[in-house]
């Protein structure tokens, strides 16, 4: 079964840092590229960062460049998402996703590329 299991997530004040991961399976993880994407209560979701399959090209949305790293591990199947400085608009549910072709990448990204999706983390920064 191909599956995506994000974890990771949790309640945090401003300023502070958490990392999330997402552990694939069922799916050769080193030849997609994976992203990350949010959505907050209320709103559509939204592109936060992606990797390409080895790790080479990375791209990351306005709001969090400079404070979130993507980041990725082929021989533990598992991708990251280092979110630093984290501030109360970050707060929202955290997907991971994979597309649907293998070694490509779109930038920027058209989550109708992605075609697996895990089921969430949530991540709520205080104020």
């Known amino acids: 079964q191909v599956q995506l299991v994000e974890s990771g997530g949790g309640l945090v004040q401003a300023g502070d840092s958490l990392r999330l991961s997402c552990t694939a399976s069922g799916r050769a993880f080193s030849d997609y590229t994976m992203g990350w994407f949010r959505q907050a209560p209320g709103k559509e979701r939204d592109f936060v960062a992606l990797?390409?399959?080895?790790?080479?090209?990375?791209y990351y949305a306005d709001s969090v460049k400079g404070r979130f790293t993507i980041s990725r591990d082929n021989t533990e199947n598992t991708m990251y998402l280092q979110m630093n400085n984290l501030k109360p608009e970050d707060t929202a549910v955290y997907y991971c996703?994979?597309?649907?072709?293998?070694?490509?990448?779109?930038?920027?990204?058209?989550?109708?590329?992605?075609?697996?999706w895990g089921q969430g983390t949530q991540v709520t920064v205080s104020s």
């Open positions: 990797i390409s399959w080895l790790g080479g090209t990375t």
């Open positions: 996703a994979s597309p649907s072709l293998p070694r490509s990448v779109t930038i920027p990204p058209e989550q109708t590329d992605f075609d697996l």
